[in-house]
Structures are given as C-alpha cells and as structure tokens.
C-alpha cells in the first residue's frame, strides 16, 4: 500500500503565495509520476501541474508563470510553490502519484485525503 498525504492549504488573499506539501509512504516503492489536481465547487477535476521522475513538468495554461512544481525524490516528496493568488485558484487540490510496489511488481495510482486553498480578501 502507498498512501499520499497533503498539507499546506488555508485562507490566503489575492495576490499571496502558499506552498503546498504531498509525501508518499508505505511499502516500499518507486514513483514514477506525481502531479497536482484541483477541484473548484461544483466544477470537475483539473489537472494543475505534473512532475516526472526526472523531474519533467507541465502545467495547466491557467497557473503557468505563477505555480511551480517540484519534487524531491529522495523523500517521496512533491511540492506545488503557488503565487500570485486567484480567487479562481480557490478549490481543493489532491495530490497524485504513480508508480511500482517494488515487493509486488504491482503498480499503483493513488490520490491524497485532499486540501483546501481557499482565496479570498
């Protein structure tokens, strides 16, 4: 089993910056991807940002010069640096990761618990 947690989201105003957190644990493991979603109320789950293992990223047009994703591997740890804070960047954002079960040869695609950005003055 490979659990993601999350952390790092509160009440920000336009314009700030918050730094959110995901760290993989569990059985021992190789992650081949990590990546950031995010769920607006009522909208549908979007893509934000994704990190391969050789640390090759991607972003949605909506957060490009304004997110930044990172990771490090070393940790099982990823990291989503956000800036320049919109009211529309308000949602909840899961963290995912993909990758093996090293002692399984199983592969595995598992979400965080979630947590919530909110924006607004």
């Known amino acids: 089993q490979v659990q993601l947690v999350e952390s790092g989201g509160g009440l920000v105003q336009p314009g700030g910056s918050l730094r959110l957190s995901c760290v993989a644990s569990g059985s021992r493991f190789s992650v081949n991807y990590m990546a950031w979603y995010r769920q607006a109320p009522g909208k549908e789950r979007v893509l934000v940002a994704r990190i391969s293992s050789g640390r090759s990223t991607n972003y949605a047009d909506s957060v490009k010069g304004r997110f930044t994703i990172s990771r490090d591997n070393a940790r099982n740890t990823v990291y989503l640096q956000m800036s320049s804070l919109k009211p529309e960047d308000t949602a909840v954002y899961y963290c995912?990761?993909?990758?093996?079960?090293?002692?399984?040869?199983?592969?595995?695609?598992?979400w965080g618990q979630g947590t919530l950005v909110t924006v607004s003055s």
């Open positions: 995912n990761a993909a990758g093996r079960v090293l002692s399984t040869y199983t592969n595995f695609d598992v």
